[in-house]
């Protein structure tokens, strides 16, 4: 529950909600692929469209974290990873910033956790 818990807020935060845009360092960061840094210090490479993450990308958090992945409307939306600062790694499918479905939790020791969707998302393509 508390990984499940601190998985919801850091992706809330980070993959969720729209960052305020910092500078486009390089390529476009419009309609195109392109690296901008944010002025919370995090950092994106990957396609944007509409000056909106969305498309492959790799999120960079200034702590650390790290998600690798895809975008759909400025969120984390498709096939992903995040990579935590401590090592876990979280590998599933993401909507709305949000691991969705079945996915893995692999701590740095090894140990291995299976994410299964609740049941809310169980019953969205019906």
């Known amino acids: 529950m508390r990984l499940r818990l601190g998985v ?3 992706t809330t935060v980070m993959l969720s909600s729209t960052v305020v845009f910092g500078q486009c ?10 690296t901008a840094v944010f002025a919370n210090g995090d950092r994106y490479v990957g396609q944007w469209k509409g000056g909106k993450r969305d498309g492959q990308g790799t999120y960079e958090l ?11 409307d400025d969120k984390a939306s498709g096939p992903g990873t995040l990579t935590r600062e401590d090592g876990t790694v ?37």
């Open 8 to 10: 919801v807020m850091l």
């Open 25 to 34: 360092i390089e390529g476009d960061c419009v309609n195109g692929k392109g």
């Open 62 to 72: 200034r702590n650390g974290d790290k998600y690798v992945g895809e975008f759909c």
């Open 90 to 126: 979280i590998t599933g499918v993401w909507r709305d910033g949000k691991i969705t479905g079945e996915g893995t939790v692999t701590k740095i020791s090894g140990k291995i956790k299976k994410i299964r969707p609740r049941k809310e998302n169980r019953n969205d393509n019906k």
